[in-house]
């Protein structure tokens, strides 16, 4: 039988190959092989699925992205950074699910309060690394931006910027925000 997790997860799978229209319980039970009936012993119809998974969404692509560049025997900032392009740049899943779920928010308002506290939490997490390098409230702010504009434009080619491409691009941005201008 399949836990909640389960659910979970192939809702992220869902979304990220198909999009928010596509998450119906029909689909779900399809995709894991299950009835309508295990569907409802974890949750309370779609409305209790959508607020789970919301909240796996942002466990699973914010806290736990922080949690690893947090890992680590070296704890500089420069270190969590490198962490973190590692995490981000090799996650397969992460630009179609980024994608599906930014244009989820353009529709719905719970989807977008969520957007917004993950931006919001990631961009806090980007500008105390950057702050702790540069020691600059303003270049942390800008610098801390433009990474994540790189991630989240990176997203939105088609086809998505491979792994190596970003990470290449993040190699760069690090660089050059910690006034590293050597190749």
Do not use: C, N
Not at 72 to 89: F, I, N, T
């Amino acid at each position: 039988m399949a836990g909640k997790r389960d659910w979970l997860e192939a809702g992220l799978d869902i979304l990220g190959e198909h999009g928010a229209p596509a998450l119906t319980i029909e689909r779900l039970t399809e995709r894991l092989g299950l009835t309508k009936g295990s569907f409802y012993h974890h949750f309370k119809g779609m409305g209790g699925y959508k607020t789970a998974l919301l909240a796996h969404i942002e466990a699973e692509g914010t806290a736990a992205y922080i949690a690893y560049a947090d890992s680590g025997p070296d704890r500089s900032a420069r270190a969590r950074l490198d962490r973190l392009a590692e995490r981000v740049s090799d996650d397969d899943r992460g630009p179609a699910l980024e994608v599906a779920v930014r244009a989820w928010a353009q529709q719905d308002p719970e989807v977008r309060a969520l957007q917004e506290r993950v931006d919001r939490t990631r961009m806090a997490y980007l500008r105390d690394l950057w702050q702790e390098i540069t020691g600059d409230p303003a270049a942390a702010e800008q610098t801390a931006l433009l990474l994540y504009l790189v991630t989240i434009g990176a997203d939105h080619l088609v086809p998505a910027a491979s792994g190596r491409a970003l990470r290449g691009l993040y190699d760069l941005v690090i660089r050059l925000g910690a006034g590293d201008r050597a190749p």
